[in-house]
Each structure stands twice: as structure tokens, then as C-alpha cells.
């Protein structure tokens, strides 16, 4: 274990923890259910006609049916049930904030303030399913059309599925190594283990009809209007590949991340204990991504970590759980503040100026009070962009996102687009499904084979 410094030298170092600690730190945060336990949290639903957890579900899942069917010990009709309107739901079953969506909706949520458990319930489906390594859907008979989808995420993954099981040949154009988007690169650890992205990436392509070509970045690579002009559809499952900025003094200090890019090498590193993190963390923003990079933090071996949010607990992204996880977690929010600077020594940051926030109608204001935390490391977790230069300003922009039609249609005749690049969603990926799916089927239509 490295030495701490002297006083005022940034204090950051690898392998503070034993691996024990690592492997119980990024173990599964919700272990999978045995079966009894599986039949006893089924027969809590009460599947409900026109039930609203079924409402609240993006990708409209028949939530009722597929619980009945566990319920009376048919996990595989269960599978089925789900995967046919998401066949990405057992990464949903994961990641999704099913507390503020079909949890929230649970009549027994209203009744007695614990929801049918519908999440790990639909883990318990598609886990059984995927472990038995069946391929759940046969291809229609090739139509000789040809689509390209860009960007290996949810949004793709489930529009290439989609258009192979139609008979469509799709080449998807991912520009890292591996697909699964922010499923692969951008999950806490302890969400999605063993693997789990990939193995779904495989599930999704068993399908056949879809070849891959990773490495291949629009703008860089491939270009949209050659997309055009080769292939009859193109869908564009983009992304968003900047991250937005502090804005204030000092943000380009050593020591000073992109929570995203952190995540991401986290979640491609075969030994944890090799990844340097500080003693003392602040992180910046609201979201998810902040609650993830603050807790596997911790989980890494940082002793002070401070999530720094400019608004209060009831405007963050982060749901009320994952909030709550954080602090469980030993991670000290602090509402109403925002960075007024990155402060530092010799070029690396060792603390942060915020200052204290409040409302002004609707805008966030400083007050003038400012308070200083010292930070070995400070991460940027708020929010990321649209990077346009790749699109070569042919689509229709607007807010920094595309903009698309209710079937997913860009500006562009034989463009759709989906997932997190799109204007009017809420970055889930169990949105950016819906999204890859419905545009599959407008696209299916388009070209009327």
C-alpha cells in the first residue's frame, strides 16, 4: 500500500484495498433469485387489468403476464413474454430504475409502499432463458435489403435484431472494440458482473444477419452520406460522445476527470487493484453517472467522497434509491452548490471552491457563500453532448440532440435515429431499446419488403 504524502500533495495511489475487499465490493448488488423466492414475489401481483406498471414501462413489457407466468413455474414463457417487446430486458432487468418507473406504478406501491419487486423478477426470467443458451427467434427469409446501423448500444443492438429477424442483412459500425454501449463501458461494475454485457451482445446476435465492424467511428471511418448512397436504410445510434464542461477555473488541473471515460476504464480492467483513485473524491453532478462513479469510489478504497449537485434531492437524476445507496455507501452529498473553481498545486488540483446555490424562479443562482473541500481527484459527471461535427450538418439539430419523428425519422430521407442522441428522451437504456426497436419497425415499413 503506497505512503501517504506530505501534506498538500495530491494523495492518489492503487491497491489500497485487499482483493477480497475488491471482490466483495464489486459483487452483484441485487443477487438473482432462487426459484422459491421467485414464486412467493410473483404471487404478490395482483395483475392488474390495464395495469400501470405496464404503462410505465418504455418498452410497454405485458409485466402482469410474464409474473403469472413464473408464478406458475413457466420462467421461459416468462423470457419470452419480455423479449418480445425488449430483447435487451435482462440488462433492463439490471440498470433500470424500475423505482421510479413500473415499481412506482405498483398498486401495491400506493397500498402498502412496497412494490411487487418487478425488476429482479424479470432478471430471474431472462437469466433462466439466456442460461439455457437457446436461440429464442428464427429469421424471415432474406429480402435483399440492406441497412446500416451506427453505434453498437441498446438502441442499435435492438434495431439490427429487429431488422435481422425481418430478413434485413444489417451491418452495425461500433467505434470502440466491443459493443454494448454504455451497457459494456458506461454501468457501475457492480450492476452488471460477470460478464453479463457480452453475453447479451451474443444473445441479440444469435439471430444471424448482422455483421459487425468494430473500430469504425463516423466522421473518422464511414461517413453518413457514403452510408446513404450503399445502403438502403441507415439508423444511427450515436451516442453522445462529449462530455459538458465545469466551466470553472482550474478544470484542466492533472487529477481532474471525465467520470465517464473513468467508468469505462473501471469496467475494462481486468485487475481493480491496479486503478489509482485519491484519498479524497469529489464528484459533480446529479445523475446516475455520479452516483456510480462516487460509489465505486468508495469501493476502490477512496476514504472521503463528496457528490457536489447544484440543485436539491428532489430535482437529481439519480432516483431517491440510488441516492440512498450512495450514502449507505459512506458518499456525502451536498445539494445547492455548484464549482466556482478547481484549485491546485503544481498543476494538480488538491481541492474545489463550490458555492452555495439557490433559486431564482427557476434559475439555479450562486450566493456568494463558497465553501472549499480538499480533493486528490474531482470527477465530471454532468451530462454529455452530442458531438454534431460527424453528422456533417446535414440533420436537423435541436438542444444539442437529432431530431426525430414518433416513428424515429431524421431530417435526412432513409436516416432514423435513436437512444441518447435523440431529442426528448430521458438517457435510459430501456428508452434507447424502445427507440432502436420502433425505428426498426418504421424502417421494415420504409422499404416495403
Not at 444471424?208 to 464511414?222: F, H, M, N, P
Request: net charge negative; proline share 4%; with cysteine.
Amino acid at each position: 500500500m503506497a505512503p501517504k504524502p506530505m501534506s498538500g500533495e495530491p494523495d492518489i495511489a492503487a491497491g489500497r484495498l485487499t482483493a477480497e475487499d475488491y471482490k466483495r465490493n464489486f459483487s452483484d448488488l441485487h443477487p438473482p433469485l432462487t426459484r422459491h423466492e421467485a414464486t412467493v414475489e410473483a404471487d404478490r401481483c395482483f395483475f392488474c387489468y390495464d395495469a400501470p406498471c405496464m404503462i410505465a414501462c418504455p418498452t410497454s413489457i405485458d409485466i402482469p403476464l410474464f409474473i403469472r407466468e413464473i408464478s406458475t413455474g413457466n420462467p421461459d414463457g416468462a423470457a419470452k413474454t419480455i423479449f418480445a417487446q425488449n430483447i435487451l430486458g435482462g440488462m433492463c432487468a439490471r440498470v433500470c430504475p424500475t423505482e421510479t418507473l413500473c415499481e412506482e406504478a405498483c398498486v401495491r406501491m400506493e397500498g402498502e409502499g412496497k412494490p411487487v419487486k418487478i425488476g429482479i423478477l424479470q432478471r430471474y426470467a431472462t437469466d433462466h432463458f439466456m442460461e439455457a443458451g437457446e436461440t429464442l427467434y428464427e429469421r424471415a427469409a432474406e429480402t435483399g435489403k440492406t441497412v446500416a446501423v451506427v453505434g453498437g448500444g441498446p438502441a442499435g443492438l435492438a434495431c439490427a435484431h429487429a431488422l435481422a429477424r425481418n430478413g434485413h442483412s444489417v451491418t452495425v459500425f461500433e467505434a470502440r472494440e466491443k459493443l454494448g454501449g454504455l451497457d459494456e463501458y458506461g454501468i457501475a461494475a457492480y450492476k452488471t458482473v460477470d460478464d453479463f454485457a457480452r453475453k447479451e451482445v451474443d444473445f441479440v446476435l444469435s439471430i444471424g444477419g448482422v455483421t459487425i465492424e468494430t473500430g469504425k467511428a463516423l466522421g473518422r471511418d464511414i461517413a453518413l452520406a457514403d452510408l446513404r448512397s450503399k445502403y438502403d436504410a441507415v439508423f444511427l445510434g450515436i451516442g453522445l460522445g462529449g462530455v459538458n464542461a465545469l466551466r470553472a477555473e482550474g478544470e484542466d488541473l492533472d487529477g481532474v476527470h471525465d467520470a465517464v471515460d473513468y467508468i469505462a476504464e473501471l469496467r475494462q480492467a481486468d485487475d481493480l487493484s491496479a486503478l489509482p483513485i485519491g484519498r479524497r473524491v469529489v464528484v459533480i453532478g446529479g445523475g446516475m453517472t455520479a452516483i456510480d462513479m462516487a460509489v465505486q469510489a468508495r469501493h476502490l478504497g477512496a476514504e472521503d467522497v463528496t457528490i457536489a449537485y447544484r440543485r436539491g434531492a428532489e430535482q437529481m437524476g439519480a432516483s431517491g434509491f440510488e441516492q440512498e445507496l450512495a450514502q449507505v455507501n459512506g458518499v456525502r452529498i451536498l445539494y445547492w452548490v455548484k464549482p466556482n473553481a478547481v484549485t491546485g498545486d503544481d498543476g494538480h488540483a488538491t481541492g474545489i471552491e463550490l458555492e452555495r446555490t439557490r433559486l431564482d424562479g427557476s434559475r439555479v443562482v450562486g450566493t456568494g457563500e463558497t465553501i472549499h473541500l480538499p480533493a486528490d481527484m474531482v470527477f465530471k459527471a454532468i451530462g454529455q453532448t452530442l458531438v454534431e461535427g460527424p453528422l456533417g450538418g446535414e440533420l436537423k439539430i435541436d438542444g444539442g440532440k437529432i431530431v426525430v419523428d414518433d416513428e424515429g425519422r431524421t431530417s435526412l430521407d432513409g436516416v432514423w435515429a435513436g437512444g441518447d442522441c435523440v431529442a426528448g428522451g430521458e438517457d435510459l437504456t430501456v428508452q434507447a431499446v424502445a427507440h432502436g426497436r420502433d425505428a426498426a419497425a418504421s424502417i421494415h415499413r420504409a422499404l416495403g419488403a
